[in-house]
């Protein structure tokens, strides 16, 4: 029997118990018939050889796609993946914020200090569009850090090196472009709503510590198109099965540039209409009503 340590250890661990328990059963049940057939010369066979007969198939375990030391015990595709995705989710809120301070509608506090500047009036378009120019360009960064940190300073196996700087990069990009349209449409609970799409329901569907298929209907639902489980199996397949595409990069490149299409269609969309219906984040000012005096 065969294991794959890349599935993650739960999977692995589910997969193996449930194979070796068939296997078992198979092979009593198949001891049973020789039994039968052989009733008549059992007397004569020996001890060893009868036993055999009860039992005849034996069950051992090897890991049918080995990993390498440091790969977490296949779980370094995970974590990799979660933290490009944390960095998208950061680097968003750090980027909306600084903007709008940029752009005067918010203050900003730098120890003891509060600093405001005057305002620019600026469209919510144009805003959402400034930040996410700056969300790629910072993807750049963060992605290269990301890779330097786990592979070069914790030692993390990988290969394809410059693949997986490319993914890294976009993973992040995506993730930031993601929580920034969702910020610009939701405001303050924009947070929320990223917190909960990028981290509360894409942990449990990402298919790394618990198998997709063990996992109850609305989970297995979300796991089609919940950004975390497309990240990890592209990054899976560049640490773990030499950069296949069908071993999870292709479907993740495909799943990245179809999030980035549908969450900017969603945020320009709504911010586009939040402009044509006048909602202003600053309302124009209204002028005082001219009043005519009777001499």
Known sequence: MLTNQSAGSVGSSLAR????????????QVGKGLITQTRPEQAKLPAAARLLL?????????????????S???????????????????????????????????????????????LIRATRVQTLATSSTLMIGL???????????????????ASHLPLLWLYSVAAIAVAGV???ALLAVFGTPGMLVVTLVFIGMAVPTAGATTPIEALPG???????????????????????????????????????AVALVVTALFGFGV????????????PAEKKPDETTVLA
Not at 271 to 282: A, E, M, P, Q, V
Request: glycine share 12%; charged share 15%; hydrophobic share 45%.
């Open 218 to 256: 609305f989970y297995r639902f979300l796991a089609e198109f919940e950004p975390l489980r497309q990240i990890t199996g592209g990054i899976r397949s560049i640490l773990y099965y030499d950069a296949q595409g069908d071993a999870g990069l292709t479907r993740g490149w495909v799943m990245m």
């Open 54 to 70: 009860a039992d005849p198939a034996a069950v051992t375990v090897q890991d049918g796609h080995p990993l390498d030391s440091h």
């Open 72 to 118: 977490g015990l296949g779980l370094t595709a995970f974590y990799y993946a979660l933290v490009l995705v944390v960095c998208g989710m950061l680097a968003a809120n750090v980027i909306s914020g600084q903007v709008d301070h940029a752009l005067g509608y918010t203050h900003n506090d730098m120890g003891p200090l509060r600093l405001h500047r005057p």
């Open 271 to 282: 911010t586009s209409w939040y402009d044509r219906k006048g909602l202003h984040r600053i």
């Open 17 to 28: 118990a449930a194979s070796r328990a068939a296997a078992e059963s198979a092979s009593l």
């Open 139 to 157: 993807s750049l960064l963060m992605g290269t850090m990301v890779m330097v940190a786990a592979v070069g300073i914790m030692g993390m196996d």
């Open 178 to 180: 993601g929580a920034l």
